[in-house]
């Protein structure tokens, strides 16, 4: 009867966690990803957010699931149970450290070798299990050894040193679990935090590297005589390079399939990919970084070779110098891979080359030209276009461009920080709440220090520096950990899940900044320990 109260107890907690924050995530999506999701799904080329009906009943029996998991499974509660008795004494024989070593092993096999973005999520949790499981155990046991030298060292002098260096390793191993799970999210904020600067940082280099022309001049809707009023505007263009007009090339874009015959791809196979065509290569795009190129890598596609981003290069195992097969309509051609491109925030394959190697049955689905105007007015640009067109032209500059992309992005970062940091809360109120029960439960042993003799000044020093040493060696235990989850993100989520990379970069002042919230979470601890030892002293009659 006990166990089914407990049972409906913890149901009933749960349920009154669950739903409310289930209610108030969807109304947060709404509230702020409804203009937001729009704009990233034009960005990234895929819906990045879906709104449900009411709540997600599905994540609900998920979360549900898992906390009754949680609460009630273990070995010994099915040893009764015929069918798994030898079972679960054999799993149970093999000892603690032989199941960390398996997930250990498991997880490491998964996560450098899976090539299913699923399976290096479950190899991640493996991983996330093993070390969750080593953690407590591990952080005691270097308190005591640290504990053991110094007391081997001065084994009288300061008793204290060798008193907090045990008291310590009981702390590690009664708060089990909040130390893990503040361990966890420090690990995942280090981990986002460098994703998310690493993002940002290569993203503006390469949104400066693709937003060279000062302005962009869109051709209306296509039309019957697109083709003849696209010519008639490249003559324009050329006539006013006699008035200082800069440099300008025509930007044709569509959708192609290409047939690839590489190394690594079976012959005849295909993939869809968009066509980013030039009438001419330009200053405009000579400067641009290229991830791998041939010698001369523009002077090549001038030639008939093209170049890939590197969506399409990680897809179909492409390489500098392959040959492949372009097949658009009816027209195929032969030609050579030159360099390989970055393409951020897209997961679709894009080969470059030439408008000239296009076959007349090409579908432009997007035209526009990229221009440097020079000495040339942007309202004389403006003009000559509209007579062309007989309508008004958009024409947008480089700075309007940059604005909107920093904007996006922006908003895309301080969402990510602001979930992390959100994460990093709760773990850290679980360590204060979790930490101040357990201290609390022992008030009656550190009253004993006033008894050996020490002042209630002295105490609270002595928990001050006890709590501290819990919070810091919380983040030291969580840095190798946020380390190896950014080489996860970068190197395997990232190019699985999107088909680009990123270089990876570790930001230590953001440690220091870490470093300072345990302190923080330290001296609350302290703070709160010490006012409960005020309350709770005995009373000498």
Request: hydrophobic share 50%; charged share 15%.
């Amino acid at each position: 009867e006990i166990r089914r109260a407990l049972v409906l107890e913890l149901l009933g907690l749960s349920l009154l966690a669950i739903i409310p924050g289930l209610w108030l995530g969807q109304v947060l999506a709404e509230g702020v990803g409804a203009g937001f999701g729009q704009a990233m799904s034009g960005l990234f080329d895929q819906t990045l957010y879906a709104s449900e009906a009411g709540l997600p009943w599905s994540q609900l029996l998920v979360m549900l699931t898992l906390v009754l998991l949680a609460c009630f499974v273990r070995v010994e509660h099915f040893q009764n149970l015929p069918w798994l008795r030898n079972t679960t004494h054999r799993l149970a024989s093999l000892g603690p450290k032989t199941w960390i070593a398996v997930a250990l092993s498991v997880g490491l096999m998964l996560v450098i070798f899976a090539e299913h973005l699923f399976l290096t999520f479950v190899g991640t949790t493996f991983l996330f299990l093993a070390v969750g499981a080593v953690s407590p155990g591990w952080l005691a046991s270097t308190a005591n050894v640290s504990g053991a030298r110094f007391g081997s060292a001065k084994p009288v002098s300061d008793p204290l040193a060798l008193w907090r260096s045990r008291e310590l390793a009981v702390l590690f191993r009664r708060l089990a679990l909040p130390v893990v799970a503040l361990q966890f999210a420090m690990a995942t904020v280090i981990a986002v935090q460098a994703l998310v600067t690493s993002f940002e940082d290569t993203f503006q280099r390469w949104l400066g590297q693709r937003l060279t022309a000062e302005l962009y001049i869109a051709v209306p809707e296509p039309g019957q005589s697109r083709d003849e009023n696209s010519q008639i505007a490249m003559s324009i263009l050329e006539g006013l390079e006699a008035e200082g007009l800069g440099s300008w090339h025509r930007v044709t874009r569509g959708r192609a399939k290409v047939s690839l015959d590489a190394p690594d791809t079976e012959a005849g196979a295909s993939v869809p990919v968009d066509v980013l065509a030039l009438n001419r290569v330009t200053e405009l795009v000579r400067d641009w970084e290229l991830l791998s190129a041939t010698q001369a890598p523009w002077a090549k596609v001038e030639s008939g070779a093209i170049l890939i981003n590197e969506q399409l290069a990680l897809r179909a195992g492409l390489g500098v110098g392959d040959p492949l097969r372009v097949t658009i309509g009816q027209s195929t051609q032969s030609t050579t891979v030159s360099g390989v491109y970055a393409d951020y925030g897209r997961p679709t394959g894009e080969i470059l080359w030439l408008a000239s190697r296009l076959p007349a049955d090409f579908d432009v689905t997007l035209e526009s030209f990229s221009v440097n105007p020079g000495s040339v007015s942007q309202r004389r640009l403006e003009a000559e276009m509209a007579k062309l067109w007989q309508q008004p032209v958009t024409i947008r500059d480089n700075a309007g461009i940059r604005q909107l992309a920093d904007t996006i992005f922006d908003q895309t970062f301080a969402l990510t920080q602001a979930i992390s940091l959100f994460t990093l809360a709760l773990g850290s109120l679980s360590l204060l709440l979790m930490g101040w029960v357990f201290l609390t439960a022992r008030a009656w042993y550190f009253h004993l220090l006033k008894t050996w003799g020490l002042t209630s000044r002295e105490v609270t020093a002595v928990l001050r520096r006890l709590a501290l040493g819990l919070s810091t060696r919380i983040l030291l235990a969580a840095l190798p950990l946020g380390i190896g989850l950014s080489w996860i993100l970068v190197h395997r989520i990232n190019p699985l899940a999107f088909g680009w990379t990123l270089p990876m970069a570790v930001y230590p002042v953001f440690w220091l900044e870490l470093l300072a919230l345990s302190a923080v979470i330290g001296l609350v601890i302290a703070g709160m320990m010490a006012r409960q030892l005020r309350q709770s002293a005995p009373q000498v009659p």
